[in-house]
């Protein structure tokens, strides 16, 4: 069973850092692109990084240069970095496994707010 768990989130104020982590489970983690995802209020879901087994990753253009996404195959979880924090990166962030489209965690609620 394909399991997604986010942790990390939390109230910071604008400029800070929060690191996310996702911890994978239940496929060949190593071969999958993984994905973190958020959702503002009243918004659709974007995609905000992602990367490859291979470790190539791609951006959102609101988040380039402030957010880096990495990840350790042995501990089988994926990062979300986050430096800079603005008030418009309040959401719930998911994490996402590329080939798994209905599988979802619960997300973890990151809020930016002095």
């Known amino acids: 069973q394909v399991q997604l768990v986010e942790s990390g989130g939390g109230l910071v104020q604008p400029g800070g850092t929060l690191k996310l982590s996702c911890a994978a489970s239940g496929f060949r983690f190593v071969l999958e692109p993984m994905q973190w995802y958020r959702q503002a209020p009243g918004k659709g879901r974007e995609l905000v990084a992602s990367?490859?087994?291979?470790?190539?990753?791609t951006y959102l253009d609101a988040v380039k240069g402030r957010f880096t996404i990495s990840r350790d195959n042995s501990r089988e979880t994926v990062y979300l970095e986050m430096n800079d924090l603005r008030p418009e990166d309040t959401a719930v962030y998911y994490c996402h496994a590329e080939s798994y489209v209905l599988v979802w965690g619960r997300g973890t609620q990151v809020t930016v707010s002095s």
């Open positions: 990367i490859t087994g291979r470790l190539r990753t």
